[in-house]
């Protein structure tokens, strides 16, 4: 299992409409295979920045099934008009707990 962490910033506000549209996006992304789960979090001191979680099985569902099939340009549609700027995406592997 990997976790990918999207840094997400977003046009000043527009919070209501990116939170209605990434959770439609997440049902978008939880038809890719190797999804698992997805979790959203919403700055406090930062009011348009978001933390996107996503479990996926391996790397390459997310690098190579979701993010080289027809779901990701879906999942663009609907997110991105609201980035303020590109995301930061990381992936990372569990090492305790």
């Given at each position: 299992m990997i976790l990918e962490v999207a840094d997400l910033r977003i046009v000043p506000g527009q919070q209501a409409a990116f939170e209605a549209a990434v959770q439609r996006g997440i049902d978008v992304i939880a038809?890719?295979?190797?999804?698992?789960?997805?979790?959203?979090?919403?700055?406090?001191?930062?009011?348009?920045?978001?933390?996107?979680?996503?479990?996926?099985?391996?790397?390459?569902?997310?690098?190579?099934?979701?993010?080289?099939?027809?779901?990701?340009?879906?999942?663009?549609?609907?997110?991105?008009?609201?980035?303020?700027?590109?995301?930061q995406v990381e992936h990372f592997s569990l090492a305790a707990g």
């Open positions: 038809q890719a295979q190797g999804f698992r789960s997805a979790k959203v979090h919403k700055g406090i001191e930062s009011a348009e920045r978001y933390l996107l979680m996503i479990e996926w099985d391996t790397l390459e569902d997310h690098m190579v099934g979701f993010r080289q099939g027809a779901l990701f340009p879906q999942w663009r549609a609907l997110v991105g008009p609201y980035f303020a700027q590109p995301p």
